[in-house]
């Protein structure tokens, strides 16, 4: 099946710092999505992109399908103490097998 | 509007023992999907479910895992017996839209915390 390469695996970053992760893929996606995971909780929807070369925005989020499709990244600018948590790309290939593959996350530590 | 439902929020068990979780979609969401989440893991999909037929359960290991959705709404997926490597949280997840015109966006429950020992 497909696989989702995510990096950074960790980050700690300064109170007010931008952040940026990305994902890669051996394969095609036809929409790429990025969610949160706070901890004790299930992943909550960021960001969808559905059309390559599209850029989305989401207040400080900010999020762009690769041209190739086979990439993603997501930016976090002037980050706050909320931000705290475990990053998720997804992406979803064309198809009848539209099955949502997650990347390994992105744990993103804000530090005062 | 309320959100996905799951419970118990934690089990522990020993191997070879039985378990079931129990899933509450958002009303009016056709698609229902169980994921496995290991520590440190993004989320596996387990199964998904269109109103109550089976859309994909590729993944399941139909020897120990089952799951069913009777009524196009609940859903229960067990797991008999249990093994060390099935501690995890299975997370249940709902969607307004499937098929062709599935968009990806999963609305999750808060998971139910599985641990065998």
């Known amino acids: 099946g497909q696989q989702l390469n995510q990096s950074p695996q960790s980050m700690f970053i300064q109170e007010g710092e931008d952040v940026s992760m990305n994902c890669t893929s051996s394969?095609?996606?036809?929409?790429w999505l990025w969610y949160k995971q706070d901890p004790g909780e299930g992943p909550v929807l960021l960001i969808a992109?559905?059309?390559?070369?599209e850029l989305t925005s989401n207040g400080r989020l900010t999020a762009q399908f690769g041209i190739t499709r086979k990439d993603s990244f997501l930016n976090i600018s002037a980050s706050i103490p909320s931000d705290v948590g475990i990053y998720f790309c997804?992406?979803?290939?064309?198809?009848?097998?539209?099955?949502?593959?997650f990347g390994s996350g992105t744990q993103l530590t804000v530090l005062p | 509007e309320a959100g996905v439902a799951q419970s118990p929020r934690y089990k522990i068990i020993e191997k070879r023992q039985s378990v079931a979780f129990w899933c509450n979609p958002i009303?009016?969401?056709?698609?229902l999907y169980w994921y496995q989440q290991i520590l440190g893991q993004g989320p596996k999909l387990l199964i998904q479910?269109?109103?109550?037929?089976?859309?994909?359960d590729s993944q399941l290991p139909k020897d120990r895992f089952s799951a069913e959705r009777l009524k196009g709404v609940d859903s229960t997926l067990k797991i008999q017996p249990a093994k060390l490597e099935d501690s995890a949280v299975y997370l249940c997840?709902?969607?307004?839209?499937?098929?062709?015109?599935?968009?990806?966006?999963?609305?999750f429950g808060e998971g139910s915390r599985l641990t065998v020992l």
């Open positions: 479910f269109q109103n109550n037929g089976v859309v994909d």
């Open positions: 992109l559905y059309k390559a070369g």
């Open positions: 009303s009016g969401h056709a698609t």
């Open positions: 997804a992406g979803q290939p064309s198809g009848s097998a539209r099955q949502l593959t």
């Open positions: 997840a709902s969607s307004r839209t499937s098929g062709r015109a599935h968009t990806g966006e999963l609305f």
């Open positions: 394969s095609i996606f036809n929409t």
